[in-house]
């Protein structure tokens, strides 16, 4: 078997076979085939796309490409949840111990952030002492005791997602259908919880920008995980707008506290409610509006916060700050950007504003720059709101005081503005449900 000809077949529109996709994974997670062989296949791909047997046998390949996390020790059952990536999305920091709390087991392994969207590992390295590096060992003594652990990909789970990845990233192949179903598919397949739901993020500040992509890229995960044997639901999310009020790592883990406190931001909260039932509906068999009642108990009665608490307290972070949130350091700089004219806000290009928190130091452009965690964005005003030129919108946090000029510039041309109030956007567009429901 030649790369050549697997290139030239997609190239032409053909379908790969199973073993001609294999061969492609295999070879490229050993090194024996090339970056720009493995460039021009994925170029192809984006362009010709994939079926649905070719996106399955993709996500098989790149899941069996190194270890599979076998989770059979974990007494009860076993869940997990995937963002395809937002601004603003703390919401796994909420979800996790809302289910834990409800008696579902989290073993999660999570990513970092990258580009202009955020990444749950630094959100929880944002809290102070707080380890996720843990012996596979340990991990799973902790959701065997606790119900919930959240530490960061191994080493070895999925090489070639990792290698492809960074290959996409660098070649413009991100946005493709096929790409970001096998991608996502393949942690989860590897990452071994029995149940997975998905958050599939359509919008400005999304990969997927436009709504029947996202069903598309919804319907593919979903067929994917199902097939293998995995129950899976998604839910399509709006990303036009980012989520909630704060963007930043230490930031988010308070707006994060504020909702397990049964406090914060109505979107972020009504969006975590509807993950978390999917999430313990489909572990317990139950109707998704006794789960959402349950859910929102667990909140209530504050024992999703103390699970948090035990999460953090069991991973060596300092469980002191969650009750005084004034603890967290603060950024040297706090600035306010005023609304340069008066009139509403009608549309925020949310990866813009991702963008400008990149900028104050939240964020990466490359995989290995360090980050500010405390560096970020509170927005005061979003979409729909009325503004007073001169009134704050936001606030800028950072050390880089040299960067506040660029970041306000990046915020404000992120903003556009109308005279009459705009129609307010669905906050959830749609359920996707697995074929077992
Ligand atoms: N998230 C992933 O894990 N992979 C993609 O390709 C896109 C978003």
Do not use: W
């Not at 959100?123 to 606790?146: A, H, T, W």
């Not at 097939?227 to 909630?244: C, E, F, S, W």
């Not at 005003?381 to 506040?404: H, M, R, S």
């Not at 556009?416 to 697995?434: D, E, G, M, N, T």
């Amino acid at each position: 078997m030649r790369m050549y000809d697997i290139i030239k077949k997609k190239r032409d529109g053909e379908e790969l076979n199973t073993a001609e996709i294999d061969f492609f994974i295999k070879g490229y997670t050993d090194g024996s085939i090339p970056d720009y062989q493995a460039s021009a296949l994925i170029m192809a791909i984006f362009f010709s796309g994939m079926t649905a047997r070719e996106t399955t046998d993709l996500t098989l390949a790149m899941a069996r490409s190194g270890e599979m996390m076998d989770l059979s020790l974990i007494d009860g059952e076993t869940v997990d949840k995937h963002s395809t990536g937002g601004v603003g999305d703390k919401t796994t920091l909420i979800v996790a111990p809302i289910v834990a709390a409800l008696g579902c087991k989290v073993a999660k392994m999570s990513g970092r952030g990258l580009g202009h969207t955020g990444g749950t590992v630094d959100k929880l390295e944002s809290i102070p002492g707080f380890k996720v590096e843990l012996s596979p060992e340990r991990f799973l003594k902790q959701v065997n005791e606790i119900g919930i652990c959240v530490i960061g990909q191994s080493g070895n789970l999925t090489p070639a997602d990792k290698k492809l990845y960074a290959l996409r990233d660098v070649t413009a192949c991100i946005e493709s259908i096929p790409l970001i179903a096998s991608s996502v598919m393949s942690k989860k397949l590897a990452g071994g919880s029995q149940h997975i739901v998905l958050d599939v993020k359509c919008g400005s500040g999304a990969f997927i920008k436009d709504l029947e992509d996202a069903k598309e890229l919804a319907v593919a995960m979903v067929k994917i995980g199902d097939m293998a044997g995995r129950k899976t639901n998604a839910v399509i999310t709006n990303m036009d707008i980012p989520l909630g009020y704060y963007i930043g790592n230490t930031l988010e883990v308070i707006e994060a506290i504020e909702i397990l406190k049964g406090e914060g931001c109505k979107d972020l909260k009504e969006l975590c409610f509807v993950l978390a039932s999917l999430m313990y509906s489909s572990c317990k068999g139950i109707d998704l509006n006794s789960a959402r009642k349950e859910v929102e108990e667990v909140v209530l009665t504050g024992k999703a916060l103390l699970k948090f608490k035990e999460m953090v307290k069991a991973q060596g972070g300092d469980v002191s700050v969650i009750d005084d949130v004034s603890k967290f350091e603060e950024s040297l700089h706090r600035y306010e950007i005023k609304a340069p004219r008066d009139g509403y806000i009608s549309r925020m290009n949310a990866e813009q504003i991702g963008i400008a928190s990149v900028v104050l130091g939240a964020g990466r452009e490359k995989k290995d720059d360090p980050i500010d965690y405390k560096a970020g964005i509170v927005l005061v005003k979003k979409t729909g709101d009325y503004v007073n030129k001169g009134e704050p919108i936001a606030i800028l946090f950072t050390d880089l005081k040299d960067k506040i000029a660029e970041a306000e510039k990046l915020y404000i041309n992120a903003l556009k503005f109308s005279a009459s109030k705009p129609k307010k956007q669905s906050l959830i567009y749609k359920i996707v449900r697995s074929i077992s429901e």
